[in-house]
Structure formats: structure tokens, C-alpha cells
């Protein structure tokens, strides 16, 4: 298990040696739409191979998923929605559904599950004002929080921690 | 900065490829679970696979031993097949779609019992809908009881009173619309009352009678003249309202009187409602035959109806969107949308299916066949032609048997066209419970037959059996209860053993059982009847038993239904008579009076015109 953890943390501080607020808020919103999708879809793949191949931060992106996990329970009813209304009450779309359908390879997304559907054109909208927004924080924190946290005896322990090993990869360069 | 991370390639492969082989090791198995859910799912019952391999190489998928339970009886499989082994085209897979061009079916039996129920805890959405659409049809469909228990010769008619018949209380309602309407109509011709007009009209002829008109002048004789003629205008509007008040005392007799007719048919509801409450069997043939095996056929239609349902929920006609429950998951599942497409694949498709099978003995159409299956898919319209089921029956060796089952499901297009055709002959036929006689008839082999056909919303058709040398036995109940009495004739009329025993004695001789089913109506709830020559020989049986007793007590439940009801009836029918005299001959009065008076008025005006010496506009 120890091992595991170890080799773990030693991947993801290989695969992120660079960890600008640029590429922090870029891993949360590509992270996002694993929390915020139904995980076990082939897009997903497709998503985490970005996450991989793609110079972004790993652990954001893992942060965002975990937040976004809970978001994506919470918004199922809405995505749902957002599905029905565009697969089964948007004739304009149906044949551009139906071709989609008859395609090889398209349904294997299950792109024709309401909530599948819903929950990617919702992160696909969302996922640009969600990069900016983390950029902007992740620029504030940096510049304002994290000095002051650095003090706090609490974070002292933590960083004493194997949990901080975790954390460097946050850490302002 | 470097937008690629060049050295996640390689561990992005390596998880690619481990993907990939757990894919490959856990697809057998993903193809189990999944026959096993989408069966589940549709047939409402446990769909259990021992094992499924996917050649990718060959094409070719071999499924071996399928067990797909019997929704209505969980610990029996409706069907058990021992190896299925498929050809599948690949390149359809990658759109999700199976399509299989042969399949061949061996060792299917149907019938077999299960180790473990088949009953789901939480069944689809869809086949608890249907279900519960058939059970819903069951329970509203009123098979008649034959209940000759309670039948005595001492008639128990306390609980019959007035209030409790119809025929009352339509009758008092009738006598009170009767007198509420007479009441206002009188109101109304008292409003209308013109005696005061008629006494002005008779000062006002005569004035004209008593006046001299040269005296009176131009302007004075055009006055008198002018209110002469008002007079007849003003009585010419009273005459039209007593007119249109006898219009509406017209009608409102009519409606009353119309009501009135419906009396007898009161009456006779009446008299089915009094037999009712003192047990009064009905002896007509017809009755007795849904009476003693109404159940039985209820039984029998119910999963042919289900799976009528059932094929027309999975194999829609056209090419409309289809919404369908999404995967269980954790997150909601959502609904899963299917669009079809013209010249493209169905989501499903078996060209060509052949089995060699075997009903378990036991059922009606139990026995070995030689079974063929084409066009079997989710989309009917793209594939173009009905799906075929048909089997042949190949003989049980020691009993020779024929027969032939032909299913053809037409659903390429609206309005669906299913048939079921099924007949087999020496085929062994499942014995009949008859609680009524507390008996039961093995019917031992026999022929049996199946005709239904669907069109649209109708379904029509018929079920029949027919055996000989078919073996009675009582029941264990009938055997336990105290019957030896009965069977010397000596229990009391009217008791259960004597009720058991006496249907007993009528049918118990028989030795050749025919039973026919006919069904008519909405495919969803479908009206039934059942003929059989049980029935005629029960009715036959008790008319020459207790005919005479039934007909003499069914007048006394007549007499005692007119006693309570004549008076009311008559009553009812005297107040409406009462009402159309008396305000009918007020209207009349009225109507003269009024017309009396306007022409006598009209006269008296001519003559006064004509003693002018000049003409007055």
C-alpha cells in the first residue's frame, strides 16, 4: 500500500514539474468533467489522456475532480434535463442525433443518455469560465493567502507530513 | 512552456493497453452481465448465463446454458437453452448494434424447474407496467360465480327492503320531480293569470260597444280605437306566453315520462339483485360454463397477453426516437435515447435462428420440436419483414403426436399485425381443477389449439381443448369434507357437500372434455367467453335436479321485489298523470280564455270601424 502511495506521489510529481496557475486552472477544468460526467464513458478516456498528455497539472486536475464529484450528483436532475430538452425536444437536432447515432464508434459515448448528454454540454459551458476563474484565484492565493498560511502552526505540521508531499505540488515555483 | 507532456506518452500507453487487456479478459464476462440485464429487462424475470465467448477472430459468439425464468412462476424456467452459438458481424458492434446472421439453438427446453426462484426484487419499469396492465384486466374481468351453496327451498329474502331497490328509488324520485315541476309550472301560470286583462278587456269592449264615435271626435275615437288595439297586442303576448309555458309542461312531461320507461328495466335489475342476495343459480348453459371454468381461462390468456404486450413495446413499428431507462449506476441514469435510421442496422437483429426444443411434459403443448425463428429484431421497419416463430412437433416417441406453432409478429408497420397459431394434437393436456364439483379431471392427451389474431388495437381469436377418456378425481378437500351423506342424497339443500356432491354427479360421468375460450376486443383488456360442454352438462344437471325449485323461488324473489316496488312505481306514474291533467287543463283554460277574449276584442273593433264616418289611420 505504502509502496503504491509512493510510487503515486513520485508519477505525479514526475508528470507535473510545472505548476503555474495557468496550468492548475486548466487540470481543474479538465478535471471537472470527470466528477461532473458519468465517469465509466468513453469520453472520460478521452479526457484523461488530455489530463496526461497535455501539460497541465495533474493534482489540479485531480482536485478538480474530487470537487466536482458531488456537484455532479447534486446536478443530475438539471443535466437530465438539459439532455431530454436537446435529444428528445429539439426536432431541429434529431438529425443531426441520428446520423451521430448510426455512426461507428458515436455510440459507444453514450452521448444519447440524457445525462450523459447534459452533463458535457454543461461542463463544455462551464469549463472556460471555470479556467478563468481558478487562474484568478489560484493568482490571489498565491500572492496573498499562501504567505500567511505558511506561518500558521497547523500548516507547519502538515508540510512536516507525507500529506504536504501532496500539497508541494500546489506550491508556488 | 510546452504544451505536451512528451514523456506521459509511454505511461498513457501502458494504461491504454492495460485497459485494453482488461477489457479483453472481462469481455466474456461484460457479455454475460449483459444478456442477463437487457433479459431480466425485458421478460421481467432472472435471465441467468453460465458462460459466453466472444470469437472476434471466428465472428461468432457461443452463449452455453441459458436460463431465463418464468415471470408468473418463478421456480420454473420458461425457457432452458443448452449452447447457443451465434454469428455475429464485428464491424456493427462498433455502432453498438448486434447483428446476428445464424443462430444455432441446442438442447432448448422449456418448462424446467429452477434451483433457485427467478423472481426479481426490483423488475424493469416496463415489465412491471405490462404486468400490472394484464393483473389489472384480470381483476376487472367478472367471471360469474356458481354458488349453489346457500341454496335453500326456505328463501331468505330479509335483507331485501325498499331502499335497496332500484326500481324505489327511481320511482320517488320520478313522484318528486313530478311535483316539484307541477308546483313551478302552476306558479308560473299564475303569474301569467290574466283574469285582470279580461275584466279590462271586457270594460274596454264595452266602451267601444256604449260609445259614440261622432261625438267622440277624430282624436277621441283614434284613442279608443289605439287602446283597443294595444289590448289585442298585450293578449296576443299573453296568449304566447301561456303558449310557450304549455311547450315547456310538454317537455317536462316527456323527460318525466321518459324516466318513467326505464321503470322495468329498474325492475329487472331489481330481480337480479334480489336472486343475488339468496343464491338463486342461474341454469342457462352459457352462465355455467364461464362459471366453472372462467378462471381457468383467465389463467391461461394472461401471459399470452403479456407477451403480446410485450413484443409490441420491443419490436415498435417505425422509426421514431425510442426512450428507454438509461444503466443503473450510481449517478441517475437518465433516459437513454435509441434513433434509428432508414438503410442503416437495427440496434438488433437474428436473421436466421434454429433450435431443436423440448416442453417439458406437464404443459399443454408439452413434447420435442424442431423450431425456426426469422427476422427476430428491435426495429421492424428496418429490417422490412415480420418476424416468423415457427416449430414443428417431431413426437414424444411413445405418444405420436403433430402439430404446428406459427407466430408472425408484423410490427414493419402501423397498425401492427401479430398471429398466433398453435395446433397439437395428442399433445398431454394439463389437468382442470372444478372447486365447484370439488373435483379434478385429468384430461390425459388430448388436442389442443391456438388462434389469436391482433390488428392494431383489436385482438380476436380462441383457445380450445379437447380431450378423451379424461379421468375425474375429488379433490382432497371434497374428500376430507363430510360427503358421505351427500353422495346417498341426504345432505341438507342448500349445503356445500350437497352443492359439490350434485355437480359431481353431473359431470364426474363425462368422458370427453371440450373446452373453447373466445377472446374479442381492446388487445389491452379483451372481453372473454368460455364454452364447454361442462357447462351444458352442469346446467343440464341442475335444471333436472332443483329446475323446478329454481323457478319457483325465482318467482317468489319476483313477487317479493313487485311487492315492495309496485306501490312506488304506480305512485310515481299517478303523480305524473295527476300533474299532465291538472296543468294541462289550466294551460288549455288558459289558452281559450285568452283567444276568446282577443277575438271578441278584434270583432268589436271592426264594428266600431266601420260605424266611423271617416277613415281613421
Not at chain 2, 397477453?305 to 413495446?313: R, T
Given at each position: ?32 468533467a ?17 489530463i ?29 434535463l ?13 438529425p443531426l ?30 469549463a ?15 500572492a ?11 500548516f ?18 | ?45 432472472r ?6 465467448h ?5 465472428g ?5 446454458h ?38 444455432v ?48 327451498t ?35 301560470l ?29 282624436g ?25 309555458l ?57 401471459p399470452i ?9 420491443y ?37 436466421y ?7 417439458e ?24 419483414r ?53 373435483a ?29 377418456g ?11 369434507a363430510?360427503?358421505a ?7 341438507p ?38 364454452r ?27 313477487e ?12 310515481a ?21 285568452l ?13 266600431a270601424?266601420?260605424r ?6
Open positions: 500500500m505504502l509502496f503504491a502511495l509512493k510510487l503515486l506521489q513520485q508519477t505525479v510529481r514526475t508528470l507535473n514539474s510545472e505548476g503555474t496557475p495557468t496550468q492548475v486552472a486548466a487540470g481543474l477544468a479538465l478535471g471537472s470527470l466528477g461532473l460526467t458519468p465517469l465509466m464513458n468513453l469520453h472520460n478516456l478521452a479526457v484523461l489522456a488530455l496526461m498528455v497535455t501539460n497541465v497539472s495533474v493534482p489540479g486536475a485531480m482536485l478538480g475532480w474530487a470537487l466536482a464529484v458531488p456537484v455532479g450528483f447534486a446536478l443530475d436532475p438539471l443535466f437530465d438539459i439532455g431530454r430538452r436537446l435529444l428528445l425536444e429539439t426536432p431541429a437536432l434529431i442525433w441520428t446520423a451521430l447515432y448510426n455512426l461507428p464508434v458515436a455510440p459507444l459515448t453514450n452521448f444519447n443518455n440524457t445525462v450523459v448528454l447534459g452533463s458535457i454540454v454543461a461542463w463544455l459551458l462551464f472556460l469560465p471555470m479556467f478563468f476563474a481558478a487562474r484568478w484565484a489560484v493568482v490571489r492565493y498565491r496573498s493567502l499562501y504567505p500567511r498560511l505558511a506561518r500558521t502552526r497547523i507547519q505540521v502538515i508540510t512536516a507530513s507525507k500529506l504536504y508531499n501532496a500539497y508541494r505540488l500546489f506550491r508556488p515555483e | 512552456m510546452r504544451l505536451v507532456r512528451w514523456k506521459a506518452v509511454l505511461p498513457l500507453s501502458a494504461v491504454l493497453v492495460t485497459a485494453a487487456v482488461l477489457w479483453w479478459m472481462f469481455l466474456d464476462t461484460a457479455i454475460e452481465r449483459a444478456i442477463e440485464t437487457a433479459g431480466a429487462e425485458i421478460v421481467g424475470a435471465v441467468d448465463v453460465a458462460a459466453a466472444l470469437s472476434l477472430r471466428r461468432s459468439l457461443r452463449i452455453e441459458l436460463e431465463v425464468a418464468n415471470p408468473d412462476r418463478p421456480m420454473t424456467n420458461l425457457v432452458e437453452l443448452g449452447e447457443i452459438v451465434a454469428q455475429v458481424r464485428l464491424l456493427p458492434l462498433l455502432e453498438k448494434k448486434l447483428i446476428v446472421d445464424t443462430a439453438i441446442r438442447g432448448a427446453r422449456f418448462g424446467t424447474p429452477r434451483r433457485y426462484s427467478g423472481a426479481l426484487a426490483h423488475p424493469s419499469p416496463t415489465s412491471q407496467r405490462l404486468r400490472g396492465m394484464v393483473a389489472g384486466w384480470a381483476s376487472r374481468l367478472r367471471v360469474p360465480a356458481l354458488s349453489l351453496e346457500g341454496f335453500s326456505v328463501l331468505d329474502l330479509s335483507r331485501l327492503s325498499a331502499d335497496s331497490l332500484r326500481t324505489v328509488t327511481l320511482a320517488r324520485t320520478l313522484a318528486s320531480q313530478g311535483d316539484s315541476l307541477a308546483k313551478a309550472w302552476r306558479e308560473d299564475d303569474r301569467l293569470d290574466p283574469r285582470a286583462e279580461l275584466d279590462s278587456t271586457q270594460a274596454l269592449m264595452r266602451r267601444l260597444e256604449q260609445a259614440d264615435l261622432k261625438a267622440l271626435g277624430v277621441g275615437a283614434r284613442d279608443l280605437l289605439a287602446q283597443a288595439r294595444n289590448r289585442v297586442r298585450r293578449l296576443r303576448e299573453t296568449r304566447d306566453s301561456v303558449n310557450r304549455a311547450s315547456r309542461v310538454q317537455s317536462g312531461l316527456d323527460r318525466l315520462r321518459q324516466s318513467a320507461e326505464s321503470l322495468p328495466a329498474a325492475r329487472e335489475s331489481d330481480y337480479r339483485y334480489a336472486r343475488s342476495l339468496v343464491h338463486l343459480p342461474s341454469l342457462d348453459a352459457p352462465d355455467l360454463s364461464p362459471a366453472l371454468l372462467g378462471d381457468l381461462a383467465v389463467e391461461r390468456l394472461e397477453l403479456y407477451w403480446l404486450a410485450l413484443a409490441e413495446q419490436l415498435p413499428p417505425g422509426l421514431d426516437p425510442r426512450r428507454a431507462a438509461g444503466p443503473k449506476r450510481l449517478r441517475a441514469s437518465g433516459t437513454t435515447v435509441r434513433f434509428p435510421k432508414a438503410r442503416t442496422y437495427p440496434d438488433f437483429l437474428l436473421s435462428g434454429g433450435a431443436d426444443a423440448v416442453v411434459a406437464g404443459g399443454a403443448v408439452s413434447g420435442r420440436y424442431a423450431a425456426t425463428i426469422t427476422g427476430l429484431t428491435s426495429a421492424p421497419s428496418l429490417y422490412g415480420p418476424t416468423r416463430l415457427s416449430a414443428t412437433r417431431a413426437g414424444t416417441g411413445a405418444t405420436p403426436a403433430s402439430g404446428s406453432v406459427l407466430v408472425v409478429l408484423d410490427h414493419v408497420r402501423q397498425p401492427v399485425r401479430d398471429s398466433v397459431k398453435a395446433m397439437l394434437d395428442g399433445v398431454s393436456l394439463p389437468g382442470l381443477a372444478l372447486p365447484v364439483a370439488g379434478r379431471v385429468e384430461l390425459g392427451q388430448g388436442f389442443f389449439r391456438l388462434d389469436l389474431v391482433r390488428q392494431g388495437d383489436r385482438l380476436e381469436g380462441s383457445l380450445a381443448w379437447r380431450a378423451s379424461v379421468k375425474w378425481h375429488r379433490a382432497d378437500s371434497a374428500q376430507a363430510p360427503v351423506g351427500a353422495a346417498r342424497g341426504l345432505a339443500l342448500g349445503t356445500a357437500a350437497w352443492a359439490r356432491e350434485l355437480v359431481w354427479r353431473a359431470l364426474s360421468r363425462l368422458d370427453t372434455v371440450e373446452v373453447e375460450v373466445r377472446v374479442a376486443g381492446r388487445a389491452g383488456g379483451p372481453g372473454i367467453g368460455v364447454s360442454n361442462l357447462g351444458r352438462e352442469a346446467a343440464r344437471a341442475l335444471r333436472q335436479e332443483i329446475g323446478g325449485e329454481v323457478d319457483r323461488q325465482e318467482r317468489r324473489v319476483r317479493a321485489v313487485d311487492r315492495l316496488a309496485r306501490p312506488y312505481a304506480e305512485q306514474q299517478r303523480r305524473i298523470a295527476a300533474a299532465e291533467s291538472e296543468i294541462g287543463a289550466m294551460v288549455r283554460e288558459r289558452q281559450a280564455e283567444e276568446a277574449a282577443r277575438a271578441d276584442l278584434e270583432r268589436k273593433i271592426q264594428e270601424t266601420r266611423l264616418p271617416v277613415r281613421i289611420p
